[in-house]
């Protein structure tokens, strides 16, 4: 049988008498889009957060690979292999699309003070880059400054610099909020050519029903800070409990 890459037991964050998350345990299997939904305030961010170690759990465990990484800082949760992007976009606008790849590859091959001198005469560094930019279609603005580039390309640029840390494990954290029709195409379709190959394994957050199911395995549903349901996107749609959790569109949307 498979052993799951990440295994979560128990996870609970408190703020004062309020939890954010309470008891949530699940499995993530090896090469698996595992999407988590659930209406604002459910406590998805949160969950992210302790997932990706910029907040310490009150309570439960993380384990990756096989290692408790509970409570870890988010750099060396990193190192070993979780990456995420964020809802808003976290790249260096000033810097080209090219340059930002390979700060982040810099930072990840351990020469992360002197970031561009470097990546500026590593050919290594440099030929690796345009490898993944050219892998998410990027290389034809590859020279553009990043403040100047669509808000659909900064979030594939985001994934760029996420993939450069050559993680197993990838937190995507509404990768299409905001983004046009075409745009959350591209994205979506991305995150199924990459998980194709077998490379990653995806945790995504996202608010649009018709992404969550044109990518998913299996999805957890968040409320109120609790799991509500996890299953196939069939089961998902199915359950009466997450019908009735989602109200006006969403709920519209997963009866579809």
Do not use: C
Request: charged share 20%.
């Amino acid at each position: 049988m498979t052993q799951p890459i990440l295994q979560i037991s128990n996870l609970t964050k408190r703020f004062g008498g309020v939890a954010a998350v309470s008891d949530v345990s699940l499995q993530v299997f090896p090469q698996e889009t595992l999407a988590i939904i659930g209406p604002n305030g459910a406590g998805k961010t949160t969950f992210y957060n302790m997932l990706s170690g910029r907040m310490h759990p009150t309570a439960g465990t993380i384990v990756f690979q096989g290692t408790d990484i509970t409570g870890l800082p988010a750099h060396r949760i990193s190192r070993m292999g979780v990456s995420r992007s964020f809802q808003i976009n976290n790249i260096f606008n000033e810097m080209s699309v090219r340059e930002n790849v390979e700060v982040a590859l810099t930072a990840y091959h351990g020469d992360s003070r002197r970031w561009v001198n470097i990546a500026s005469r590593n050919k290594p560094i440099q030929q690796e880059a345009d490898t993944l930019l050219e892998r998410l279609s990027l290389t034809g603005i590859a020279t553009k400054r990043a403040g100047f580039i669509s808000y659909g390309d900064k979030r594939l640029v985001e994934i760029a610099v996420v993939l450069a840390t050559r993680p197993q494990l990838v937190l995507l954290d509404e990768p299409t909020a905001g983004m046009t029709p075409d745009e959350t195409h591209r994205v979506t379709a991305l995150v199924k050519s990459l998980a194709a190959t077998g490379d990653y394994t995806f945790l995504i957050t996202e608010h649009d029903m018709g992404v969550v199911f044109d990518v998913a395995d299996r999805i957890l549903v968040m409320h109120r800070g609790q799991s509500l349901a996890l299953g196939t996107p069939q089961e998902v749609k199915a359950h009466p409990e997450v019908r009735r959790a989602y109200l006006g569109d969403a709920e519209e949307e997963l009866a579809s």
